[in-house]
């Protein structure tokens, strides 16, 4: 299923990307420094090939969208369309995708991240029943994107 190609219907950005002067910043693959783009079918989204080392920063953002152009083409598709369940992505055609992004920094011991996003289905809900005017007052007035919100901050935010 990997080799299909499948993932690049669904996720056709990839997941991560190198960050610096400019978002999603060039450098993924360097001249006689790193080895080429891999031209399999299922990689071609692939941003580098790079070894991450201490105090590089990346754009980690696994996502997936709905985008009826390329659903179609892996339908028609021999390999790809036997992967797909036709009813299945309907349902959720009118969402159009959904991506979770963190800005994540290489350490020497592993990484730290640099974005604090809500992650509980709680939460994100919660927000996502706000009008907009009180989501945005609230996001900047909670300074929910500068650390976790909890679920008791979250409820006292309830108008």
């Known amino acids: 299923m990997v080799c299909s190609g499948i993932a690049t219907v669904f996720a056709p950005q990839g997941i991560i990307q190198l960050i610096g002067i ?38 980690f953002s696994p996502a997936c969208y709905f985008d009826i152009k390329r659903i179609g083409a892996a339908l028609n598709d021999d390999i790809m369309g036997r992967f797909i369940q036709k009813e299945t992505v309907e349902k959720f055609l009118e969402v159009g995708g959904v991506k979770m992004e963190d800005m994540v920094m290489v350490t020497g011991d592993g990484y730290q991240l640099l974005t604090h996003l809500p992650r509980s289905v709680k939460i994100i809900e919660y927000w996502l029943r706000q009008p907009v005017e009180t989501y945005i007052n609230k996001v900047v007035a909670s300074s929910m994107f500068t650390k976790n919100i909890t679920f008791e901050e979250a409820d006292a935010c309830e108008a």
């Open 22 to 59: 400019d978002y999603n910043d060039v450098g993924g693959y360097i001249h006689d420094v790193t080895p080429p783009p891999p031209c399999e079918r299922w990689l071609p989204t692939m941003k580098t090939t790079r070894i991450l080392e201490e105090n590089m920063v990346i754009s």
